[in-house]
């Protein structure tokens, strides 16, 4: 099963929670996935919360005090930093279980950590083509 990374905006769900919530990137400014920050294990900003917390009865408003992130990247890291991956969860305080319901990365597009990058850059498809000869070389 190929694991996906978390980004920036994606859907959280509580096992207490109401509603779901989005979480905030404000760990890093540097790494992205289509055009979307990686989450890391420092990030813990959600916006909006999940609204109340049946946690207690009656329900009250949720005000979320967030552990750490569990079952986060295994090799990749950017310095003690580990990336938040889509079978990730986090514990609140107050007894909810936190996991992702939408990672946000899409399909379709290339996996990795890519850098902001010029577009205007020309990437040859293969070293065997020329596209100003347009012929195939041996």
């Known amino acids: 099963m190929n694991r996906k990374y978390v980004l920036d905006g994606a859907r959280l769900k509580c096992t207490f929670g109401a509603s779901p919530a989005r979480i905030k ?16 294990d420092m990030d813990k900003m959600l916006l909006p919360n999940f609204i109340t917390c049946s946690c207690s009865w009656p329900s009250s408003p949720c005000t979320p005090v967030l552990q ?11 310095g003690t930093k ?33 850098l902001p990058v010029q577009l205007s850059t020309t990437i040859p498809l293969t070293p065997y083509f020329n596209p100003e000869i347009k012929t195939l070389k041996p």
């Open 68 to 78: 750490n992130w569990m079952v986060t990247s295994r090799k990749v890291t950017m």
């Open 25 to 40: 990137v404000t760990s890093q400014r540097k790494v992205y996935i289509q055009g979307k920050l990686k989450v890391t």
């Open 82 to 114: 580990k990336f938040v991956m889509d079978d990730s969860f986090i514990m609140c305080s107050r007894g909810g279980l936190i996991t992702i319901d939408d990672h946000t990365q899409r399909a379709g597009m290339l996996p990795g950590i890519s």
